[in-house]
């Protein structure tokens, strides 16, 4: 869940390449499967590192309490650019992977994708944490900083006020976008290049969400003290460092 | 054989005429309860984040996920259980809990699902694979 909130670079192919993970693909493919995982990796290096800019930004103004929005907001629209290149510069080994997997598993990819976009949805909904018995973001980061019940309703206050800068995401296009993807994907044909709308769709997708936690980040800080600052920051740079997809093979 | 032999015999092949069909039809390693879209782990079926997280196992043509003390698999749109556990599902059950991947950093490496539902992360990658 906190994975989905922090790290968005690559949009739905970020959603492939986990859910490579756990695919347990049979021996004789597994060799082909991760050096096509590694390419896919390799695309999406370039929004990763825009995506560790932006958590830096984050983190440094944070620890100093006031973000630099301008860069912040500069620095998200890279993470949207970026993004957009990966899905653009990755046809050709998802057409290759579709070639590899056997139906099973073609099909067991498509669910598992579809799943990361369901938990996607939930960890970024619902921001402003009006339900304390829900795992909102504001909830758990209020857990996990200390925040007192008068820090909690100013952040709430605020990030509503904030949040207002952020365009609604188009959840509709992107479940749409994913679902033709998913079951093309677990089908016996499949050619990604067709899917023209696809850049666009990971672009606004991956846009929302950088800037989306820019501005919640922007919203929280005022309202913390120097440890809470400290411990946001140090959250921020761990997440930065943090690198999932280069820690598995499928 | 004597009579009250012949009167057992003649009650149990009548009770197995009985039963037959339904022997026939519940008694295969085939799924038969379904559930639609939406149908929350409140009710049993894997939730997404044990999709994501977890490896199936593959049986049948399905990628199969053991959930809540029973294998799960995708039909279509529909979740389906097996109704009496496969043996090739149950050895690799027995050989290796599910494989799952814990995203989170280390240091808040916890979870909040299990194969026998709730708990923690198995963690691992043992498990998974083709039956």
Same mark, same amino acid.
């Given at each position: 869940?906190?994975?989905?909130?922090?790290?968005?670079?690559?949009?739905?192919?970020?959603?492939?390449?986990?859910?490579?993970?756990?695919?347990?693909?049979?021996?004789?493919?597994?060799?082909?499967?991760?050096?096509?995982?590694?390419?896919?990796?390799?695309?999406?290096?370039?929004?990763?590192?825009?995506?560790?800019?932006?958590?830096?930004?984050?983190?440094?103004?944070?620890?100093?309490?006031?973000?630099?929005?301008?860069?912040?907001?500069?620095?998200?629209?890279?993470?949207?650019?970026?993004?957009?290149?990966?899905?653009?510069?990755?046809?050709?080994?998802?057409?290759?992977?579709?070639?590899?997997?056997?139906?099973?598993?073609?099909?067991? !990819? $498509?669910?598992? *994708? #579809? +799943?990361?976009?369901?938990?996607?949805?939930?960890?970024?909904? &619902?921001?402003?944490?009006? =339900?304390?018995?829900?795992?909102?973001?504001?909830?758990?980061?209020?857990?996990?900083?200390?925040?007192?019940?008068?820090?909690?309703?100013?952040?709430?206050?605020?990030?509503?006020?904030?949040?207002?800068?952020?365009?609604?995401?188009?959840?509709?296009?992107?479940?749409?976008?994913?679902?033709?993807?998913?079951?093309?994907?677990?089908?016996?044909?499949?050619?990604?290049?067709?899917?023209?709308?696809?850049?666009?769709?990971?672009?606004?997708?991956?846009?929302?969400?950088?800037?989306? !936690? $820019?501005?919640? *980040? #922007? +919203?929280?800080?005022?309202?913390?003290?120097?440890?809470?600052? &400290?411990?946001?920051?140090? =959250?921020?740079?761990?997440?930065?460092?943090?690198?999932?997809?280069?820690?598995?093979?499928? | 054989?004597?009579?009250?032999?012949?009167?057992?015999?003649?009650?149990?092949?009548?009770?197995?005429?009985?039963?037959?069909?339904?022997?026939?039809?519940?008694?295969?390693?085939?799924?038969?309860?379904?559930?639609?879209?939406?149908?929350?782990?409140?009710?049993?079926?894997?939730?997404?984040?044990?999709?994501?997280?977890?490896?199936?196992?593959?049986?049948?043509?399905?990628?199969?996920?053991?959930?809540?003390?029973?294998?799960?698999?995708?039909?279509?749109?529909?979740?389906?259980?097996?109704?009496?556990?496969?043996?090739?599902?149950?050895?690799?059950?027995?050989?290796?809990?599910?494989?799952?991947?814990?995203?989170?950093?280390?240091?808040?490496?916890?979870?909040?699902?299990?194969?026998?539902?709730?708990?923690?992360?198995?963690?691992?990658?043992?498990?998974?694979?083709?039956?």
């Amino acid at each position: 869940m906190e994975h989905h909130r922090f790290h968005h670079y690559g949009g739905s192919t970020l959603f492939v390449v986990m859910s490579l993970d756990t695919l347990a693909v049979a021996p004789a493919t597994q060799g082909t499967v991760t050096q096509l995982r590694n390419e896919l990796v390799g695309s999406m290096a370039p929004a990763r590192t825009a995506e560790q800019a932006l958590m830096t930004t984050l983190a440094d103004g944070v620890a100093q309490g006031t973000v630099d929005t301008a860069k912040a907001d500069a620095d998200a629209s890279q993470v949207s650019a970026a993004a957009r290149a990966v899905h653009d510069g990755t046809g050709d080994t998802l057409n290759r992977l579709h070639a590899t997997l056997a139906t099973p598993e073609r099909m067991a !990819l $498509a669910d598992k *994708v #579809e +799943a990361h976009w369901a938990v996607w949805q939930r960890a970024n909904a &619902d921001e402003t944490g009006t =339900r304390p018995d829900e795992h909102t973001h504001l909830a758990d980061l209020s857990d996990a900083l200390g925040l007192t019940v008068e820090q909690r309703d100013r952040v709430r206050v605020a990030l509503a006020e904030s949040l207002k800068a952020v365009p609604p995401l188009d959840a509709k296009a992107v479940d749409a976008q994913l679902r033709t993807f998913t079951t093309a994907f677990a089908g016996p044909s499949f050619d990604v290049r067709a899917m023209t709308a696809a850049s666009d769709v990971d672009a606004r997708m991956v846009g929302w969400a950088a800037s989306h !936690l $820019a501005h919640f *980040v #922007e +919203a929280m800080t005022p309202a913390l003290n120097a440890d809470q600052r &400290d411990a946001l920051a140090a =959250r921020l740079r761990e997440h930065a460092a943090h690198d999932p997809t280069g820690e598995a093979t499928p | 054989m004597r009579s009250h032999d012949v009167s057992r015999t003649h009650r149990v092949v009548a009770l197995l005429a009985m039963l037959l069909p339904t022997l026939l039809t519940t008694g295969c390693e085939v799924g038969v309860a379904g559930y639609p879209d939406g149908y929350y782990d409140d009710y049993g079926y894997p939730p997404d984040e044990y999709i994501a997280t977890t490896s199936p196992v593959y049986y049948g043509g399905y990628p199969s996920y053991y959930y809540g003390g029973r294998w799960f698999y995708r039909d279509g749109g529909h979740w389906r259980h097996f109704e009496h556990e496969p043996a090739p599902l149950y050895h690799s059950r027995i050989a290796a809990p599910p494989a799952r991947r814990n995203y989170e950093p280390a240091f808040r490496s916890h979870g909040s699902f299990s194969a026998h539902g709730g708990g923690h992360f198995g963690g691992g990658h043992s498990g998974g694979g083709h039956r």
